[in-house]
């Protein structure tokens, strides 16, 4: 239901385009990994994802299970919620790996939080946490790195800002792309492998910052990005 209405509501508030790198189908039990900078950008992710196929289990912020409404969607969703910074942060990597064991992708956000940034511009992804590497390691998962860009002009900034940004969206209509990686299997150990999905997840951002006339000087890492294979298509019908 959450993919669904993400994918129902996001033409309403801009125009989101997809590339994807990868034509096969994504094995099952994939782990998708987002660059997060943005309370709107799982709207982006989670559509996109819808377009092609995917309905992931969410690892998000035990907080929103809170939100009325939310939460009871979130539950219903199998969604997983993360504690962090509490002894229970353990049990969603448990939760996630066993949701990948039973053959369902998990899309988790290894940034752990939102940029501590006030303007409307994107940036290149933050350090990774090692959650998503430990997971990866105990399933034997393929790894699908995804860059979205655009986010920011949808909500970012202070609530009153974001509040503005989200009534005015209808009438700016601001462009959002989202760019779906080539899977990877990281390497062993969890340094090497946390460093190895930030690179990835880098590359995609790129391509979705230019897609939207974004700056992508911003660099997670060494190397340059492959040019997206896939076509682009447009996932709000406008």
């Not at 309370?39 to 912020?61: E, F, I, K, S």
């Not at 940034?111 to 990866?136: M, Q, Y």
Request: aromatic content about 4%; hydrophobic content about 45%; overall charge positive.
């Amino acid at each position: 239901m959450l993919s669904r209405t993400a994918a129902v509501l996001l033409p309403l508030f801009g125009r989101l385009t997809v590339t994807r790198e990868a034509r096969e189908p994504f094995a099952a039990g994939s782990v998708f990994v987002a660059n997060h900078d943005s309370l709107a950008d799982p709207a982006l992710v989670l559509a996109a994802l819808r377009g092609v196929g995917v309905t992931p289990v969410v690892m998000a912020a035990a907080g929103l299970w809170r939100v009325p409404m939310l939460g009871r969607a979130l539950a219903q969703g199998g969604h997983i919620p993360v504690h962090r910074r509490t002894a229970r942060a353990a049990d969603a990597l448990e939760a996630a790996a066993r949701a990948v064991r039973s053959g369902r992708h998990v899309l988790i956000y290894a940034e752990g939080g939102l940029p501590p940034r006030e303007d409307a511009a994107c940036a290149a992804p933050r350090p990774f946490r090692t959650g998503l590497a430990r997971l990866a390691a105990a399933t034997g998962a393929q790894v699908v790195p995804v860059g979205q860009a655009g986010a920011r002009r949808l909500a970012s900034g202070p609530a009153v800002k974001q509040l503005a940004g989200v009534l005015t969206a209808p009438v700016r209509r601001p462009r959002f792309h989202v760019h779906i990686g080539r899977p990877v299997r990281l390497p062993s150990g969890t340094a090497a492998g946390t460093a190895v999905a930030r690179r990835a997840v880098g590359d995609a951002w790129r391509q979705a910052a230019r897609a939207v006339g974004e700056p992508a000087a911003g660099r997670a890492s060494h190397g340059h990005a492959s040019p997206p294979s896939g076509s682009v298509r447009s996932a709000s019908r406008s």
